[in-house]
Nanobody, 126 residues
Framework: QVQLVESGGGLVQAGGSLRLSCAAS????????MGWFRQAPGKEREFVAA????????KYADSVKGRFTISRENPKNTVRLQMNSLKPEDTAVYSC???????????????????WGQGTQVTVSS
């Protein structure tokens, strides 16, 4: 069983930055593709970013490309999301997810992920 715990959310003004972290336990972190997703009130969950097992493969949603950076530190079982130039439309609950299928390429498809964290709230004020 894999447990994922997010941290680092909060309230920030537009143009500001936040760094989210996701700590994994209960499995072999280096074998997992990791993803970040978000869900705003009244909207469907949407893909934000994903990173391959080694960190060499990365995908971003077009809406965050150039502003957000996903990274991972396998010895610390942690994946991070650095968010810069935040906009009010980035307001959402951000969740990390793990794909434990030993796939190579990171996926934008939420259904490919097996384990999810509880999420952390990010609120960007205008």
């Amino acid at each position: 069983q894999v447990q994922l715990v997010e941290s680092g959310g909060g309230l920030v003004q537009a143009g500001g930055s936040l760094r989210l972290s996701c700590a994994a336990s209960g499995g072999t972190f280096r074998n997992y593709v990791m993803g970040w997703f978000r869900q705003a009130p009244g909207k469907e969950r949407e893909f934000v970013a994903a990173i391959s097992r080694s960190g060499g493969g990365i995908k971003y949603a077009d809406s965050v490309k150039g502003r957000f950076t996903i990274s991972r530190e396998n010895p610390k079982n942690t994946v991070r999301l650095q968010m810069n130039s935040l906009k009010p439309e980035d307001t959402a609950v951000y969740s990390c997810a793990a794909d434990v299928s030993l796939t190579v390429a990171p996926s934008r498809d939420a259904t490919q992920y097996d384990y999810w964290g509880q999420g952390t709230q990010v609120t960007v004020s205008s």
